[in-house]
């Protein structure tokens, strides 16, 4: 039991002199994302102080909310100044600034957010909504034989149009002329507000489709219609957009727009059509359109083409000088997403961050989008009036606007994404078989883009192909477009790889800290043991010095018997005296102290007795 007691002492011992250690090397070996985190949010939070920055810019003042509203102090002191900016239910991008779409959907999102009133300047935002006349609209009729179809404009102006063999149109009207090579009929930008309702003698489909001037891109409708002979289908465009002018569209405002709408419950579809289609025009590239299309629909081709626009797989960058703006929009529609490209910008973030903490050379309104995008936290409610209830803590689900059906939808719920909203029931999300796609294995490529679904994250909807290695990848290094901060390049190798790209290999490794730990671990336990079974160390030191071996008794050493003396060679001598031998007087055996507790070594005395056994 004493020594169950000694060890669990040395143990008690060793946790005491090992535990600081580990910490310590926990600290110095990890600097954490947390404490990174926790930097950058102390860096903004001493930048704003007690009045918001004082900023001009209201854009500067809604992120610096957005990111903010976790703390009441500075949420008021946002919440008051961004009011301050307000002008007639609507904002600018300063308080002298007139009132534009994009100023005012990033400011209902950001009240919206800490559970503020919205209907007043969310009632002007509607109001600024109107038809698009930047696209060519088109009504298709198709029947497998020849018919002559009815089509009335409003339930009013009913004209007759007939459709050959060869499915050209022929006929006309003030809202209908046949077009692309009479095969379709061109609406009239004066009648895209009007219900057109087609009957035909003949069994027969119909449905819109859409291009951009001077391209020939079709964009489909993903709804047709059909009717039986006599029977009828209505179709009217619904597209739509936002803009201050009573002609022009404003293209970034109206992505902000349905972004706000997407969120307080409203439905976006009909923004669809001309954020889709002049997405990919040069002066609207800038804006990252495929972030709103994204957080819109939810479609993996707005997804892919998101994720291939990450440069170097670290940040994104459409405008220049607006890298750390655009790679936040970004990580706003990817905050759902667990994937290796939102890792891989979370850590370049980190890797360039100023030693304030913050980014962009002290940047509130960058820094202030960076966190609410990549590290949010949840606002407090400063007033019991809005307080909002958290979707997830009533069994409802917080997804992308565009999973969930507008009866579905819970606008009263909380949900910390911009772009989610509390859904009633929860989508059902497709396998990667259902999108038709296949998981490549580790050694293999996908040939096209890769999307999410239920089972994985990497689902390929093209082919998989062989990776072929090369020097660098034989070697165990990597081919990329430029090296981590924990890689290094690998000169001897990088002529193998891709034009472009570096062979890059990880910097040689440090000891690790862990190493030194479990090290002295050891060091600890066998100092520990070494004084548990000192005695018997001292006894084996002993032995082996002294070459001493157990198991035999002490022998006597004879000497040669001798002849008795004779006269011959010896002359008469005196008789020698002799002395009786005294017996050898022993040493008294030396007594162990006893212990301060007064016991004896009783493992000591064991060892010593089992010797004197086998010494007889």
Known sequence: MKKKGLIF?????SLIIILPVVLAANETATSTAGTEIDKAYSCLKTQLGD???????????IFSLLAMGYDS?????CKLALEDKQGNDCWGKTDADSCNIKSTSQAILALNYIGENIDAPLDWLLDKKKPTKDLNWYLEIDANEATACKIKIDDANEKTFTISENKKFSGTSSCLTP???????????NCLENNFTISCDKKFISTLWYEKPGESTMYISSETHGADAEGSTKEKVNSYCFGISSVECDYQGTLWA???LAKTGEDTHTYIPYITAMADKTENKKYLPSAFLYMLTNEDDYYSELVEQQKQNKYWEETTDQKFYDTALALLALQGVNIEQVDNTKEWLLSVQDSSGCWASGNVLETAFILYAGWPKAPVSVSPINTRSYCSDFSYYCVSAGECLLADNLENYYCSGLSEVCCKTQPTEQTCAEKQGIVCDSNQRCTESEVTASDTNYCCKGSCEVITKNECELAGYFCKDSCSTTQEEKTAYSADCNFGETCCGEKAAKTSSWLLIIILIILIILIILAIIFRNQLKIWFFRSKSKFRFGKGPQSVSRPPMSPPSQQFFPQLRPRQIIPRQPIRRM?????SARSSGAKDTAFEETMRKLREMSK
Do not use: G
Not at 73 to 77: K, P
Not at 179 to 187: G, P
């Open 258 to 260: 349905a972004l706000v």
């Open 9 to 13: 002492s040395a143990l008690i011992l």
């Open 179 to 189: 077009a692309v090579s009479n095969y379709y009929l061109k609406i009239n930008n």
């Open 588 to 592: 008294p055996m030396r007594r162990i």
């Open 73 to 77: 102090s500075i949420q008021s002191d």
């Open 51 to 61: 009045n918001c920055a004082d900023t001009l810019s209201t854009e500067q003042n």
